[in-house]
């Protein structure tokens, strides 16, 4: 049986694509690869992408002249999870905190990981986790 190795891409929707990069760039410090009017695509940690799609932007197939993208959308606040060191978080909780961004949640897990909750302006909740979360992470 073939085995997945890994998630390359997450996808968030957004309403505001602008309003979206400058928080990502900014508060996150991601680098953008590319985007267009509907999309901007970041490097995380330089293993994934992270997808940001202007809401209803992507409701039509997308031709290329290497194939074709079906349709997809997404609303209500979506989750997603950005490992960090462990080292690296009371740096940044500070650096939200100095940005505005209001920590929600702290969690400190059996395993030994921490993580802290916070959302981005289109309401998706972010999670910073440490290692010893998961018995894999």
């Known amino acids: ?5 890994g998630v390359i891409e997450t996808a968030l929707y957004v309403d505001d694509l602008e309003r979206a990069c400058a928080f990502y760039e900014d508060v996150l410090e991601l680098s953008r690869l590319t985007g267009d009017q509907r999309f901007l695509a970041f490097d995380v940690g330089g293993r994934s992408v992270l997808l940001l799609f202007h809401r209803g932007s992507t409701l039509e197939t997308v031709h290329l002249p290497g194939g074709t993208i079906p349709p997809h959308d997404g609303n209500g606040p979506i989750h997603v999870a ?3 060191a462990a080292g690296d978080l009371a740096a940044w909780e500070t650096r939200l905190t100095e940005r505005g961004v209001a920590i929600e949640g702290r969690t400190d897990w059996p395993r030994g990981g921490r993580s802290i909750y916070f959302r981005d302006p289109d309401n998706h909740l972010l999670e910073l986790v440490t290692p010893g979360v998961w018995a894999i992470y």
């Open 1 to 5: 049986m073939p085995k997945l190795s």
């Open 82 to 84: 950005f490992s960090i």
